[in-house]
């Protein structure tokens, strides 16, 4: 166990459904990240979160859209998605500041769009 | 931003033997350089982190190099395992605002070490 959980672990939706991804961290932290990781491709930052206010967002679609109520959960909201969508999405957080610190991963969300 | 490139994306080595990946990057030399373990369906997890003013660092049975003249980090792991076997991740840490951080991955590198 990371510190990091996930819901839920598995989900399949259609592209016109609208869902919401899930992901609190028990460490302290007060960075949190959305990661999308698909087969042969390098993780891709999507969204971080830095003391629950969004940095950087890496020109995602629109169609996923992070929520940080506050520094313990981070949420992705989903709605009509493409296939290409299907992946495995990653949380992750980490403490922030003026040196570097290494991130604490979730076991992730494997969606499927069909 | 970075392009980071890390050797063959399969590496299979015999158990006992030291297995050593390699990580190159093409812009600008991060401050910090960090090394993760990605089994299968699981999140990644951290292992290393070694600073532009260090040339080594140990870990147990792992050992990472970071030479920003060459724009490269080397893994080893020394009497690799079967348990040993995964796909390594090497990351470059980039500001992108006030003290937030970014890391960009490579694709990794998925070794087997055959018993």
């Known amino acids: 166990e990371t510190g990091v959980t996930q819901t839920p672990r598995h989900l399949v939706m259609g592209m016109t459904n609208k869902k919401s991804l899930k992901c609190e961290q028990h460490?302290?932290?007060?960075?949190m990240y959305w990661y999308k990781q698909s087969a042969k491709k390098p993780l891709e930052l999507m969204f971080v979160?830095?003391?629950?206010?969004?940095?950087e967002n890496n020109s995602v679609p629109s169609r996923f859209s992070p929520e940080c109520p506050n520094s313990s959960h981070l949420f992705l909201h989903l709605h009509t998605l493409q296939p290409e969508d299907s992946a495995l999405y990653l949380c992750a957080s980490s403490h922030t500041g003026t040196v570097t610190y290494e991130q604490y991963f979730g076991p992730g969300t494997r969606l499927t769009v069909t | 931003s970075q392009k980071i490139e890390q050797n063959s994306e399969a590496l299979n080595i015999q158990e006992g033997k030291t297995a050593t990946l390699t990580c190159n990057y093409t812009?600008?030399?991060?401050?910090?350089l960090q090394w993760y373990r990605q089994d299968p369906g699981r999140g990644p997890v951290f292992l290393l982190l070694i600073r532009e003013n260090e040339k080594e660092k140990r870990k147990e049975r792992l050992k990472v190099t970071f030479d920003t003249t060459l724009k490269q980090s080397l893994f080893h792991i020394t009497a690799s395992q079967p348990a040993d076997s995964a796909t390594y991740l090497c990351?470059?840490?980039?500001?992108?605002?006030?003290?937030?951080?970014?890391?960009?991955f490579g694709s990794g590198t998925q070794l087997t070490v055959l018993p």
């Open positions: 979160y830095s003391l629950e206010e969004r940095v």
């Open positions: 812009n600008y030399s991060p401050a910090y």
């Open positions: 990351a470059l840490e980039e500001s992108i605002s006030g003290s937030a951080r970014q890391l960009t």
């Open positions: 460490l302290g932290h007060n960075a």
